[in-house]
């Protein structure tokens, strides 16, 4: 016979019972997701997306996702003031903190900048050779 979890927590002592339901009370209250981060900090999705150098949607999309890159998630906490830490917590160890994740990336928004002059200075070169003229590269 199988016993639901509050009829463990009925069987404890109260004092107990009370001091599992606060915690659970304080973990919750610790868990955000993206869009009450950037409330917290005062922040509308057009002044962040400006930090992010990306359009308010894509603000608005990324607060709806559910799975992000991890230099993703790094942008945007940093975007709101943070500091994004990762941890592995295994059952028989102490918690980890992994490093290195998403750190050597660009943002998307400066390599798309980046191929876009790239794709420009090839054009020019291209046209150039047409008609005879000399390009100087940026």
Known sequence: MSVTLEEMLQELPTERRQRIEKRAAE?????????ELRRLRKLTQARLSKKLNIGQEGVSRMEKRTDLYISTLRGYVEGVG??????????????VIL????????????????????????????????????????
């Not at 928004?109 to 008609?131: C, D, F």
């Open 27 to 35: 973990l919750i209250a610790q868990e955000m997701r993206l869009r």
């Open 82 to 95: 943070g500091k994004l830490s990762l941890v592995v917590e295994f059952p028989d160890h102490p918690p």
């Open 99 to 138: 490093a290195g994740l998403g750190m050597d990336e660009e943002p998307s928004s400066e390599k798309r900048g980046r191929k876009a002059k790239k794709a420009g200075a090839k054009k020019a070169e291209s046209k150039a050779k047409l008609t005879g003229k000399t390009v100087q590269s940026a």
